[in-house]
């Protein structure tokens, strides 16, 4: 199965995967404009066997064929949960509620 990798200006951690180049006609328009410009990162085969880093290849091809769309986002939530367990480990203050819709890269 061949797919299209992008990312946006709006979210460059984010990834877009599409079954076509420049095929963007099965995803929403919310989450195109939330990614801004895309930009090709790259074009790939994949298959049962493929690794990828960051997801499960067969994850990706069913929401390929299912919705003409995988969107891959980075693992931040993992991440914010290990410095709240360090943050107890050493005694200090829980961090503060982030707004989930909150962009952090807007400061």
């Not at 085969?45 to 960051?54: D, G, I, N």
């Not at 891959?72 to 050493?90: A, C, G, T, V």
Request: aromatic fraction near 6%; charged fraction near 30%.
């Amino acid at each position: 199965m061949h797919c299209a990798i992008y990312k946006g200006i709006k979210k460059p951690g984010d990834y877009l995967y599409v079954e076509k180049v420049d095929d963007f006609s099965r995803i929403p328009q919310t989450l195109l404009d939330m990614m801004g410009e895309l930009k090709l990162v790259m074009n790939l085969e994949l298959s049962p066997e493929r690794k990828l880093a960051q997801t499960d290849v067969n994850k990706v091809m069913a929401s390929l064929t299912e919705q003409g769309y995988y969107l891959q986002i980075p693992p931040q939530i993992h991440e914010i949960n290990l410095l709240e367990d360090q943050r107890k480990k050493l005694g200090l203050e829980p961090l503060p509620e982030r707004d989930k819709y909150t962009d952090s890269n807007s400061d």
